[in-house]
T-cell receptor
Framework: GQQLNQSPQSMFIQEGEDVSMNCTSS?????WLWYKQDPGEGPVLLIALYKAGELTSNGRLTAQFGITRKDSFLNISASIPSDVGIYFC???????????FGSGTKLNVKP | GAGVSQSPSNKVTEKGKDVELRCDPISGHTALYWYRQSLGQGLEFLIY????????KSGLPSDRFSAERTGGSVSTLTIQRTQQEDSAVYLC??????????????FGPGTRLTVL
């Protein structure tokens, strides 16, 4: 099956620092998505990317769809305590209408 | 409006028993997805519905797992003869429609299943 490699697995940063995480795949995806999951909640969509090379921002979050369509990164600038959570990347193959999720990056922010 | 709801929020059962997990999607959403999330892991796709039909059941781990959807709305995931390895959070998501591109999925809070 498809496999997404997400890194890092976890991060401990100081409030105000910038954060970067990424996902790579051996497969080409049509869409890359980034989600955040808080404890006891379902994932919430942060950013969706539909075209190779696309760079999209949502507030302090910026994500890019890699040119090869096999990777994506998410940056968070000036982190704040409420950024704490688990961030998942997901790739979508429309021929199969399946979403493949990475294993997540757990972000901890120290005030 | 109301989001995706799931029930129960927590389920503890004994090995060998059957369980039913319920998902109420957002009204009007035609696509519905079930995922399983083990502790510290990403989401594992199980099955998706377009309307009441399930074009893709390939993610179901074994024949003990089945799902149905009625009236294009509520879906039930059934696990028969539960095993300890079935313990996980089961997440449901719905989206407005299935298109050639990815459609935004809205997730429910999940059902945490513990098999003793």
């Amino acid at each position: 099956g498809q496999q997404l490699n997400q890194s890092p697995q976890s991060m401990f940063i100081q409030e105000g620092e910038d954060v970067s995480m990424n996902c790579t795949s051996s497969s080409i995806f049509n869409t890359w998505l980034w989600y955040k999951q808080d404890p006891g909640e379902g994932p919430v969509l942060l950013i969706a990317l539909y075209k190779a090379g696309e760079l999209t921002s949502n507030g302090r979050l910026t994500a890019q769809f890699g040119i090869t369509r096999k990777d994506s990164f998410l940056n968070i600038s000036a982190s704040i305590p409420s950024d704490v959570g688990i961030y998942f990347c997901a790739g979508h193959l429309y021929n199969f209408n399946k979403f493949y999720f990475g294993s997540g990056t757990k972000l901890n922010v120290k005030p | 409006g109301a989001g995706v709801s799931q029930s129960p929020s927590n389920k503890v059962t004994e090995k060998g028993k059957d369980v039913e997990l319920r998902c109420d999607p957002i009204s009007g959403h035609t696509a519905l997805y079930w995922y399983r999330q083990s502790l510290g892991q990403g989401l594992e796709f199980l099955i998706y519905f377009q309307g009441n039909s399930a074009p893709d059941k390939s993610g179901l781990p074994s024949d003990r797992f089945s799902a149905e959807r009625t009236g294009g709305s509520v879906s039930t995931l059934t696990i028969q003869r539960t095993q300890q390895e079935d313990s996980a959070v089961y997440l449901c998501a719905s989206s407005l429609k299935r298109t050639r591109g990815a459609d935004t999925q809205y997730f429910g809070p999940g059902t945490r299943l513990t098999v003793l």
